[in-house]
């Protein structure tokens, strides 16, 4: 669906959300259909030596938080992929290595290349208003053998979603390899107030601009159930953060994994699991 210039800032400006809702909803079954997709992540600490539980049911480890220094990340990635087995391993931000490879004067290629000989095998994220470089990062990224697993907003620092969205249409020309945007911001900014309405419109109007990127993504640990489940109609396809674990104590509809599907099937859709490298891991 192509969108102009004018159109896209009469849809910025609408107050009719049920209609953007619509558009985007038609935009992201024109090229999903009705399948959604969902990950089961198991949250490790960056900490040298913390635990390292793998749940059977994970499809993604994912190393939390920035590392003290270069030696810490790569040390805390062998750890962690000599208990994952084949589950893949996901770490850190990219704009945290970016600093990390500045602050040690090393290049971020031979930063990246030394985790992936450690057992990296993707990168957590690439928060676009983080980053110092973002084309010249992500590149190295895979040159570096790595996979980027999603790009982000950090924070938002500008009301004006649309000219975002662009500057994610453009960064994806140069680069060509992101699979997924999460628009959602991942920190709240005072000045910018949030709520839920503007949160669908974005995820909206992210589906409509961002026509280059193949999934748009709403984390679900982060902006829970509800939230997920109202951005599954207006134009997300894909969620991240579902919890690897397999029981929670609260029966078996609460568990993580009946729960989701339970949310995707009432937002009209089909239930997908994948894993970290967005294989298929069940239909």
Same mark, same amino acid.
């Given at each position: ?10 849809? &910025?400006? #609408? ?30 600490? &960056? ?6 539980? =793998? %749940?059977? @049911? ?8 920035? %590392? ?13 992929? @000599? ?11 990219? &704009? ?17 290349? !030394? ?7 993707? +990168? ?27 790009? #982000? ?21 140069? =680069? /060509? +390899? ?11 900014? %005072?000045? =910018?107030?949030? #709520? /839920? ?20 993504? =709403? ?17 997300? !396809?894909?969620? !991240? /953060? +579902?919890?690897?674990? !397999?029981? #929670? ?5 609460? @568990? ?19 894993? /970290? ?7």
């Amino acid at each position: 669906m192509t969108v102009s210039d004018v159109e896209l800032d009469a849809l &910025a400006t #609408t107050h009719d959300i049920i209609n953007l809702g619509m558009l985007a909803d038609g935009e992201r079954r024109r090229r999903h259909g009705t399948r959604t997709t969902f990950v089961r992540v198991a949250s490790v600490s &960056a900490a040298p030596r913390a635990p390292v539980p =793998v %749940p059977s @049911a994970a499809g993604e480890l994912r190393i939390e938080g920035a %590392p003290a220094n270069r030696a810490a990340a790569i040390e805390r990635v062998r750890e962690v992929a @000599a208990a994952a087995g084949l589950v893949p391993i996901s770490a850190y931000s990219l &704009a945290d290595l970016e600093q990390m490879a500045a602050r040690e004067s090393v290049t971020l290629r031979s930063l990246l290349e !030394d985790l992936r000989a450690a057992g990296l095998e993707l +990168v957590a994220e690439a928060p676009i208003d983080l980053m110092q470089s973002a084309r010249r990062s992500i590149e190295e990224v895979n040159i570096g053998g790595l996979t980027l697993c999603r790009l #982000t907003v950090h924070r938002l620092q500008d009301p004006n979603m649309v000219s975002l969205f662009k500057s994610v249409v453009e960064l994806q020309r140069q =680069v /060509g +390899v992101v699979r997924a945007f999460a628009p959602l911001p991942r920190t709240m900014n %005072p000045a =910018v107030p949030t #709520t /839920g309405y503007e949160d669908v419109k974005r995820v909206a109007l992210a589906r409509l601009v961002v026509d280059n990127v193949p999934s748009i993504q =709403v984390d679900w640990s982060l902006y829970g159930p509800k939230l997920a489940q109202v951005a599954l109609t207006v134009g997300a !396809d894909d969620v !991240d /953060g +579902v919890s690897a674990a !397999d029981d #929670t104590g609260e029966g078996r509809r609460r @568990a993580p994994l009946e729960e989701i599907r339970r949310n995707i099937v009432a937002a009209g859709q089909d239930p997908v699991e994948r894993n /970290g490298r967005f294989d298929l891991v069940s239909a």
